[in-house]
């Protein structure tokens, strides 16, 4: 499992393995936009503040990925025991 700590929204949450990071926070109340829930769209995207995203989509082009500012949240996962998303 790892941390996902939403910077607007003043919480912290853990995704533990066999749940997304889009499922968890939905299990928070977060309202966020999704479509394919495989990695394909783009609807889930959120920007990463700090910690290292585990990039599991197809969607993000490879200087996007090596950058770690974006992360689809329907697929990825953190290489970091925690992620700081901006919502
Ligand atoms: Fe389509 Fe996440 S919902 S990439």
Redesign the pocket.
Known sequence: SFEVALARSCMTLTVPAGKTI?EVMRDAGIDM?????????????ATVIEGEPDHQ?V?LNDAERKSGTKI????SRAKSARLVLDL
């Open positions: 889009l936009p999704s479509s394919c829930e495989q990695g394909a769209c783009g609807t889930c995207l989509d969607y689809m949240t329907c697929v």
